[in-house]
């Protein structure tokens, strides 16, 4: 019960920081005249996105790589 309490404690915060800080980057994104803050804003959005995507494509390929060698030596 005690790990569900500090969970929830811990998610609750977390939330509550992306929360802020995308409105912080939209009231900056909206009060700017020029279009260059936004698509650097946009550009590191995909950069962060792209990153995890790409570490989990290579651990389930070296996963992949283990089973098929493992498979191919038990015939």
């Not at 995308?22 to 698509?39: I, K, N, W």
């Amino acid at each position: 019960m005690k790990q569900k309490a500090v969970f929830f404690f811990f998610s609750f915060f977390f939330i509550l920081k992306i929360n802020a800080q995308c409105a912080m980057c939209r009231a900056v994104l909206e009060s700017g005249e020029d279009q260059s803050a936004a698509e650097g804003i946009n550009d590191g959005i995909i950069f962060l996105m792209a990153i995890p995507y790409i570490l989990v494509a290579a651990i389930a390929y070296f996963i992949y790589l283990k089973y098929s060698k493992s498979k191919s030596l038990k015939k």
